[in-house]
């Protein structure tokens, strides 16, 4: 093959895995992702709370027997993002597998799994939310999210959310914006990595 060919397949791959990368991301990042891990993936402190739930033992320290484990908040934080990112992976993986090899390209495996590690990893370090308040303070975007938040509205009574609340991470905030920007431009890191990969590993049919 020669380096102008070489070229415009290594471009064309990357194109097409920065395309599914984007295409799938926000059903990964959103519709599969479970409701309970998305509210509490960015849960930190070492205050206990109830394994099953979430919810802080200073509310309720009379449970016990499999309802009574607890953990600390961090380490519940830990176990819900890294639910989220399993199955955005495997979304990922599937959804990358099928649209290669219905036009006949085969991704080495090696390449696949980098590619994903690399998405994988990052998004659970931005999904626990302080890492990526740090980053925003670092690029100058702390005004930015102190400005841009929403008000959710009250649930009422038995709700857990009984009276309105300011949420500054959830949808149309600008952490949320923030959050979703960089889990694109990774993305097509991801995808350069990917194709530089299965390029350097020679037959791809």
Same mark, same amino acid.
């Given at each position: 093959?020669?380096? #102008?060919?070489?070229?415009? +397949?290594?471009?064309?791959?990357?194109?097409?895995?920065?395309?599914?990368?984007?295409?799938?991301?926000?059903?990964?990042?959103?519709?599969?992702?479970?409701?309970?891990?998305?509210?509490?993936?960015?849960?930190?402190?070492?205050?206990?709370?109830?394994?099953?739930?979430?919810?802080?033992? +200073?509310?309720?320290?009379?449970?016990?027997?499999?309802?009574?484990?607890?953990?600390?908040?961090?380490?519940?934080?830990?176990?819900?993002?890294?639910?989220?990112?399993?199955?955005?992976?495997?979304?990922?993986?599937?959804?990358?597998?099928?649209?290669?090899?219905?036009?006949?390209?085969?991704?080495?495996?090696?390449?696949?799994?980098?590619?994903?590690?690399?998405?994988?990893?990052?998004?659970?370090?931005?999904?626990?939310?302080?890492?990526?308040?740090?980053?925003? +303070?670092?690029?100058?975007?702390?005004?930015?999210?102190?400005?841009?938040?929403?008000? #959710?509205?009250?649930?009422?009574?038995?709700? +857990?959310?009984?009276?309105?609340?300011?949420?500054?991470?959830?949808?149309?905030?600008?952490?949320?914006?923030?959050?979703?920007?960089?889990?694109?431009?990774?993305?097509?890191?991801?995808?350069?990595?990917?194709?530089?990969?299965?390029?350097?590993?020679?037959?791809?049919?």
């Amino acid at each position: 093959m020669t380096d #102008r060919l070489r070229a415009i +397949e290594g471009l064309a791959l990357v194109a097409a895995l920065t395309a599914v990368f984007d295409g799938v991301h926000a059903l990964g990042d959103q519709f599969v992702q479970n409701s309970h891990d998305a509210m509490t993936k960015g849960m930190h402190g070492s205050h206990l709370v109830y394994k099953n739930d979430g919810s802080p033992v +200073e509310e309720n320290p009379w449970r016990h027997g499999k309802e009574g484990r607890t953990c600390t908040a961090s380490a519940y934080g830990r176990r819900s993002v890294s639910r989220h990112v399993a199955s955005y992976s495997a979304v990922q993986l599937a959804s990358t597998l099928a649209v290669t090899r219905t036009l006949g390209y085969r991704v080495p495996a090696s390449a696949l799994l980098t590619g994903a590690a690399i998405n994988a990893i990052t998004h659970g370090i931005l999904d626990r939310r302080e890492p990526l308040l740090w980053l925003a +303070e670092k690029t100058g975007k702390s005004g930015y999210i102190k400005y841009a938040t929403v008000v #959710r509205k009250a649930g009422g009574e038995s709700t +857990e959310y009984p009276k309105a609340i300011q949420d500054v991470s959830g949808p149309g905030t600008a952490l949320m914006e923030l959050d979703q920007a960089a889990h694109r431009a990774i993305g097509v890191a991801a995808a350069m990595v990917t194709a530089w990969i299965t390029l350097r590993k020679g037959d791809r049919r």
